[in-house]
């Protein structure tokens, strides 16, 4: 048999620091709790990989629809970028140079920040970054949140088509004004009210592919990622 050495065993001469544990923790409050998981859930990317309760068609609709998402972003960086080079270059011109730059500038900064704003907010459906007050909803429970969320994005692609309508209904008022030529495009006032149209057809087509992945979350009795995170 090993003999202890004098004075108690090894382990009762160093005195244990005592480890941290959840009890150490005050207990949250159910206001705290809910708080902290919808933190939690504001996290989280809309990547198709993200999202382990999707089936298969919300996977496949998800994928279409960010796919379409990715593109808007592209172009409205693409427009931001040619704006901001654009106006900064007829600004420093103005100052370094008394000769006419002409109007071609103008042209592109006032209609690429007006189609900025329509892809813009295509854009934000897709990624469901609108602003939103949850007074209502959040008093709701998951499925009738659901139920709210499907009927608001049937509302949404009403209110799309009049605002289709009245892009289109723009087109036969507006004047062609400016011509700007590049490399063989021509590009004038109609080209820059035609984005209100497309971005109603796409702010459209989002919502219905939301709807969708929703719809199926419904049938199969799960909440999706996506209402959690907004609720």
């Excluded at 544990?21 to 005050?26: G, S």
């Excluded at 109007?103 to 690429?112: K, L």
């Excluded at 087509?205 to 909440?223: C, E």
Aim: glycine share 6%; aromatic share 8%.
């Amino acid at each position: 048999m090993s003999e202890e050495p004098e004075g108690g065993s090894a382990d009762d001469a160093e005195p244990k620091l005592p480890v941290a544990t959840a009890l150490t923790e005050l207990p949250l409050t159910a206001r705290e709790a809910e708080d902290k998981a919808r933190e939690s859930l504001l996290t989280i990317d809309p990547d198709p990989h993200q999202f382990p309760n999707d089936g298969k068609l919300s996977a496949t609709v998800r994928k279409i629809d960010r796919a379409v998402g990715i593109g808007e972003q592209g172009f409205v960086f693409f427009l931001l970028a040619l704006v901001v080079i654009v106006a900064s270059t007829a600004a420093i011109h103005d100052k370094l140079t008394t000769d006419h730059l002409g109007r071609w500038w103008h042209t592109i900064v006032r209609g690429g920040t007006f189609v900025i704003a329509m892809f813009a907010a295509a854009y934000t459906t897709q990624e469901q970054r609108h602003l939103a007050m949850d007074l209502v909803s959040r008093k709701l429970r998951p499925r009738n949140r659901l139920l709210l969320g499907l009927a608001l994005k049937v509302l949404t692609v009403a209110i799309c088509y009049f605002f289709y309508k009245g892009g289109r209904a723009q087109l036969a008022v507006v004047g062609t004004g400016e011509t700007l030529s590049v490399f063989g495009i021509h590009i004038n006032d109609v080209d820059v009210v035609s984005s209100i149209s497309i971005a109603a057809v796409l702010i459209s087509f989002h919502t219905i592919m939301h709807f969708i992945i929703d719809l199926d979350y419904l049938v199969r009795g799960v909440s999706p990622p996506e209402r959690a995170r907004a609720h």
